[in-house]
């Protein structure tokens, strides 16, 4: 499709998006292999710009909040258009509306209220921090399951249960997740049928899907190692988990009394490791069970035996040749009585003697060879029998097979102990007596009987024997049947003697060898850690043992789940970016890990699992009241919090997904303080208030405490800023006005733009901190926090002079908006009641906020506005001078320039009285130091730099701005006058008469033809008794 058609598709774009997404799903979301297609997504957004300008920015930010309000529900190809769009863009600012209203968070009722505001509207604006790095949406792609994973853990948190429902609920989360895994495998199967298929020239015996489609191939070999893992975990936690009512019986058994004949019933239900030990068995006989076809197998087997299709009758090559030696000869009887020298005249093909009879252990007992062609048959029917045995199967479906190939004996062979992957199977011979022998008997076999590794091994599966096993075995998994089979046949080997009499049972012992594997093991208690470290030494599969997927069934089987989670955790934390470090705020120890063996912080999937497998552990603990089974109180330090991190990660993730509405479900999972940590990094980004509000029930739904979450979110972002600073930075530092001696033209100028180049551009950890007060303002019980910790953050900001971040905290967390929050009076007399301690004691009663004192809430509200009208006169006083910056002759003549000086200038006027008498006394006197050192930075470069404003706008509007200097020097002048200490203590007295001698200079030699502007002062003249011709000097 050519670009325009793009351009012009609904939505703009779509068939790029499309192309992207066939792209990823055919490559397994391989992102390096959709480049290009991304690449030309991303030119038909430039494009569609270019064309449609801020219209097409418009549409873009429509089909983001689209995304976002729809991101709990299936994504479509629209929404995700928005999102790539946005991404070729960089994240460019796109204009958005002023929000008229505030929203208020109610406790009590979840209710979301908009409550007008009187103060002027404020723009919003999202893209207000320091730059951040850009993440690629791609990498953060989350599949349907990360949903469905959510809501079946909120299925078993969010009802009220009682704890043996909750528990039951719990240990069915795995039955669930592993079921979801599977329905995701079989979506991609039949796809890479699909793509083997594209060749139709490819013979269908040649068609091989994972070659053709490596990426796909890929993402099946995972699909299909999670849903092992989960398998595994649904088998082993409800025996590790089992309630005390059901303790002591085997999975899937009827209660009640067992049959006493049910010899592997009664056995299971006596030693909790056998039934541990069985459940793993089963566990990698469905593993095994999932691969290819025991025929497919057995295939090159099958046509090396060139038997055709043939696969009954035996064996048919070397039945042939007696046949043909017999009507030779004509002997109608057995070849080896037809003469002494047949050993030496009778042979196969390759030149072997040739067995003379057709019995099953002919070869064996004569010491023989077969037909070659027969000797690949009975190796692909061993081949056939073991692995039926390594699966699991049930002894109809090992008879139907043999019975096919007219071999019935070997089934018969097989099933006497059979250890199927099927419960409800039982031995076929109940005699503990014969059991013990046949075992034996097998044992016997597999050491010293076949003639093939294959049928070794099926005597060594039945007798549990290790080495004859371990020969065929090719996988890890093969190696750990190997050696819990052998265990478990040992322990049921030692149950059945017990079962017969004592004289007996030491016959059998004594007279006919068996493999001990307990006691090769050695140590019961760590046969499973040991096992484990063998199989990772074993060079055969130590590459199979380090893989992630492996190492953490390995931590299941061995019961060190505990310590590979926190070793996964360090991994996940020590790899985090630094934008996330204090997400996990944990420092690891110098510890050395093979990082094979653990999921990467990029590995999603991984991260997903391995989270929820410590919230499954963690959570039933919990129930059962039992030591943390994950850390318990042994174990070193950090390694709960290291554990912890898996959550966080896996949180962080959640967010980068557009999925923080699943955040507080997991934070629930964790302790306070750690779930109010997680979930203040993870949400503190969000910006819309309405979002908030949404955040702010699930959290409360999720049974987290809304006001401690607030509060804890607040302290934490002023945590980030450091330890505690000592002295003042501002002080000797801040300066705003010009160096020099002031002129009757300009007096001291005023620096423009003197909060910074960019009044957008703030520190990202500062711009957490205004989130984090306006999270606490959107609580009705926190206001007094507000106050409280707003006052700090006024503090650290003006200390250190970061004048944007401090304009954007008064912008966006002003004093009105805290007062209205308090009261919910929106009155313009409100403020005539605020320095009453009764008020304020009203006030906390209403909202039962009891940890603040009436006079603690009082001091901090004077604190705040107080630190607020000096940052609003800051702003006030910048915007006179950066427009004085703009009096060029041009601007002169444009008629609504000077009007607006004049209203900026009332404006700073206003903004300046509450600067002017009293500044920040009382808060010192409580003995607030830092006010003090903030007193003496500011206040008195601010009143020169109003001097200085006044100044200019009394040469360029209206001499009564200089009558207004002269007024303020009349003030400084009084008696008990404030002012005029702070300058002598700031010893700048002598800068301060210069300004106003200055100004009196002006107004001297002003003229008469002053301009004047719309809301001159005349009337407060004619009030205080100024007269503009005292000042006026004639000729």
Known sequence: MAPKDDIEAKPACHPRACAIQNCLTSNGYNEAKCQSAINKLYECCEAFYKRYGEEASTEVRTAEKLALSNRASERNDQNNLAILCLGASKLRELPQQPSRER????????????????????????????????????????????????????DCLSLPLSTEERRERILDLPRRYYENSIRRLAQVRPRMARDGQDDIDMDADEID??????????????????????????????????????????PGTRDGPRDPEDLLGNFLMSDSSARERQAVIQWLQNNAASGPDIDELARELQQNADRGDIIAHGWLHTRSQIKLRKSVTAWPHLLDRQSPA????????????????????????????????????????WLGCFEHLRRGSSLETIREWCQERTEMWRAISTSAVLISADDTQTFSNTNPASLALWRRMCFSLSRSGGCDDYERAVYGVLSGDISTVEKIALTWDDFLFANYNALLRTQLDNYILGQCPPDLASNLTQSFPSFDAVQFHGEPETVDKRLIRAL????????????????????LVSKEIGQHLYEQGVIISSSAAQSESNLFRWEPENIELNKERFFQATQHHGLRIVAHIYLLINLLDKLHSNDDSLAPPSSQPGVRRAQQNLLAGYANYLRLAQLQELIPLYCSILEPPRSYEVLSYNLITESDNQQRLLQLKLIKKAGIDVLQFVKTQAWLMYDDLGPPQHGCPAKGSFSIIAPGPPTARRGRPVKADFFGDDEKFIDTAHENLIRSLEWLLLVQETWSSVFSMGTRIYKFFLRNMHLNAARQLMKRVSFADVLQAATEDSSDEMDIYEDIPEFWAKQLERRDIRDVTPQQALSDARKFRELENLVRALDSLETVASLAELTNEEQKKNAGFWPAIGEEVKNTRENMQPLLKGWLLVGIEEGDQELRDLRQAYLSETVLAYIGTLHFAGTGLSRDNLLECMELASIVAERDSDLSTAFVEARRMKELVEVFAACSKALAISTTGERRTTGTSSKKVRELGWSRDLWSVKP
């Open 209 to 250: 899907p994972v070659n053709n489609n490596p990426a796909s191939a890929e993402l099946i070999k995972r699909l299909e190692k999670e849903a092992q893992t989960w398998d595994l975990l649904r088998r082993l936690l409800p025996l590790r988990y089992a309630s005390s009512d059901i303790d002591g019986k085997t």
């Open 103 to 154: 929203y208020i968070f109610d406790l009590d009722n979840w209710n979301t209220r908009a409550i007008s505001i009187l103060a002027p509207n404020l723009e919003p604006n999202p893209f207000n921090m320091a730059p951040i790095e850009p993440e690629n949406f791609l990498s953060y792609e989350a599949g349907p399951e990360v949903e469905e994973f959510a809501n079946a853990l909120d």
């Open 536 to 555: 990772e030494s074993n060079p055969q599969i130590r590459a199979e043992a380090h893989e992630p997927n492996k190492a953490l069934q390995a931590s």
């Open 342 to 381: 047949i050993a030496t005249s009778f042979h196969n093909s390759d030149g072997s003697p040739l067995v003379t009879q057709l019995d099953p252990d002919a070869a064996t007992r004569q010491g023989r060879k077969l037909e070659p062609q027969d000797e690949y048959f009975e190796r692909a029917i």
